[in-house]
């Protein structure tokens, strides 16, 4: 059940024609480069010449389907002589041994979020790229989605005043899904707040516009058998005085794409009527047996595994994706973004403005990372950026641990 036999090859060979694409290199074929590759199938900026990843049969599959080499290590692929860029979608604790590899070998580098598991890590990042001269972006985070950036813009324009308060929140079945042990221990990056709060972190900073001061948290672990933070709130101060709060509930009850027209984070429409679906993710997990088993079956779901279902190919896009219901209270409007476009409750009268379908998923992305390595612009979603969401991240902890409030003092 391969890429190819599906369709997805003939946009792959398309790619081909088009002139001078990113050549992209992929350190580790797991979940976070299955939400990525219909970016990479449709896209045709782009061009995957090489993978790696410790399993034999994601290597077999990425090979058929690109008729490209796949590697079992990150040694191999950096010195690939055709690789360009190397996305790096590995296990949270290796992004930064595997950026500085990248960046040895003259690499550009897309490291997916969190950028990494401490300030320290990502300190030695950005200094490992900038002494290699290559450009280092941090992501997908969804402050790369459309409506997002469209409410940022809206915002500056000045017409409906100052942020004032951004209340955002996201509830989901992420902790029910099935995870290995390290994913279930927050000490090794498991856990919904560097997971999660980074998505939600990122969103809320862009659309602050100014740099955060201070928060207070609090942390949920509340199922012993998945002894890792499931839910979280946290209170976020700005120079400018706004301020947000941000909450997220992974545990897989009330499921808040209801709030986003039945929608789902990846832009899909959900079929949220059908009595079978709900708490499918909590009867999946209490079927499976053991932690062994729960692993094999994550494994056995991604990429090149028996389980593996190619993504369908783009037609357009259903909608934008999105990170759940959040609100920008601005002095003169609330501005709400949702997967189809922003809404603008203004003093007098509402409008919506909307976003044109996505002909290709996460293109943002890819505008970005194009214009950092092609034409020399400086990325927003670069090393400093994804270095102040950590630090926000890491200092929820802080604050959960000993219930107060934190200072921030690296935000970019």
Known sequence: DCLLSR??????????????????GIAGLGRAFTLMLPTFLADTRVRLVAACDPRPQARDQFERDFTAPAYAGVEELVRHPEVEVVYIASPHQMHAAHVALAAA?????????????SLEECDAMIADCAKAGVALLVGHCHSFDTPYLKTRQLIDSGRWGEVRMIHALNYTD???????????????????????????????????????????????????????????????????????????NGYGHFDSDEWMGGIGEMGQLKDADNPLNYGAARRRLAS??????????????TYGGTAYRPPAMPDGGLAHQHFGPLIVSCTHADLQPTPHGVWIHADDAREFLPCPRPAV????????????????????????????????????????????????????
Request: net charge positive.
């Open 7 to 24: 369709g997805l090859g003939d946009v792959y060979k398309r790619q081909r024609q088009e002139s001078a694409p990113l050549r992209i």
């Open 105 to 117: 070998h003259g690499k550009h580098v897309l490291v997916e979020k969190p950028m990494a598991l």
């Open 174 to 248: 992420y902790l029910m899904r099935p995870r290995r042990p390290e994913e279930l221990d927050s000490a090794a990056g498991g856990g919904a707040v560097f997971s999660q709060a980074a998505h939600q972190v990122d969103i809320v900073r862009l659309l602050a516009g100014s740099k955060a001061t201070n928060l207070r948290s609090a942390l949920g672990r509340w199922d012993t058998a998945r002894p890792t933070e499931g839910a979280y709130s946290a209170l976020l101060w700005f120079a400018s005085g706004a301020y947000a709060s941000l909450s997220y």
């Open 288 to 301: 499976i047996g053991s932690p062994e088993a729960e692993a094999r079956l994550k494994a056995e779901s």
């Open 361 to 412: 998923p996460r293109h943002e992305v890819i505008d970005e990372l194009e214009g950092a390595v092609r034409l020399g612009q400086a990325p927003l979603h670069d090393g400093r950026w994804a270095k102040s969401t950590l630090e926000i991240c890491v200092a929820m902890f802080c604050s959960a641990s000993g219930g107060r409030d934190v200072a921030l003092h690296h935000q970019a």
